[in-house]
T-cell receptor, first 113, second 111 residues
Framework: DTAVSQTPKYLVTQMGNDKSIKCEQN?????MYWYKQDSKKFLKIMFSYNNKELIINETVPNRFSPKSPDKAHLNLHINSLELGDSAVYFC????????????FGQGTRLTVV | EDQVTQSPEALRLQEGESSSLNCSYT??????LFWYRQDPGKGPEFLFT???AGEEKEKERLKATLTKKESFLHITAPKPEDSATYLC????????????FGAGTQVVVTP
């Protein structure tokens, strides 16, 4: 029974398209995150939601818009995709914003061609 | 600006050959230092959290230690299944829920 699940696992799309990545957690956590892992393997936080409220919004192009319909779900919508958006996107969750132990999903590899 | 630096970038070990990974951190106020393991094509898997200098934690062949400026992950008598990328991350007292990750150390253990 997967704790943090993302769909899709792979996403190949053309420049200029709009796409969404979905994330669901069944751990009962109240905080969820989106991280981006670039080609050099650096993991960088993009957004964080606590109880459906946005609490972290890093310097990310406004083409990226997270949406949290409830505590168990955090989706990421990306408009007008660019080549530089190609990366692996990870969803994670934790209990509380102090983030003592974050559980990660398996990642979504986005390739923009 | 918060920064986390890991060394070496890559480490190749023979089975049974113990070694240590280094994580140097610069944060405004350390709330916690985290170690994760990442296998190819998977998300990071939580290993340890260390909160204060002098603290140590162990799990099977792994032992994490913390000083005021760095953390070490010691791998004792590694096995091939310990092959993975090990990520270090720091959380500061003034950044809620935000983990600053290092680039990781890729460890390969050969039989």
């Amino acid at each position: 029974d997967t704790a943090v699940s993302q769909t899709p696992k792979y996403l190949v799309t053309q420049m200029g398209n709009d796409k969404s990545i979905k994330c669901e957690q069944n751990l009962g956590h109240d905080t969820m995150y989106w991280y981006k892992q670039d080609s050099k393997k650096f993991l960088k936080i993009m957004f964080s939601y606590n109880n459906k409220e946005l609490i972290i919004n890093e310097t990310v192009p406004n083409r990226f818009s997270p949406k949290s319909p409830d505590k168990a779900h955090l989706n990421l919508h990306i408009n007008s995709l660019e080549l530089g958006d190609s990366a692996v996107y990870f969803c994670a969750s934790s209990q509380g914003i102090m983030n003592t132990e974050a559980f990660f999903g398996q990642g979504t590899r986005l390739t923009v061609v | 600006e918060d920064q986390v630096t890991q060394s070496p970038e890559a480490l190749r070990l023979q089975e049974g050959e113990s070694s240590s990974l280094n994580c140097s951190y610069t944060v405004s106020g350390l709330r916690g230092l985290f170690w994760y393991r990442q296998d190819p094509g998977k998300g990071p898997e939580f290993l340890f959290t260390l909160y204060s200098a002098g603290e140590e934690k162990e799990k099977e062949r792994l032992k994490a230690t913390l000083t005021k400026k760095e953390s070490f992950l010691h791998i004792t008598a590694p096995k091939p299944e310990d092959s993975a990328t090990y990520l270090c991350a720091a959380a500061s007292t003034d950044s809620w829920g935000k983990l600053q990750f290092g680039a990781g150390t890729q460890v390969v253990v050969t039989p």
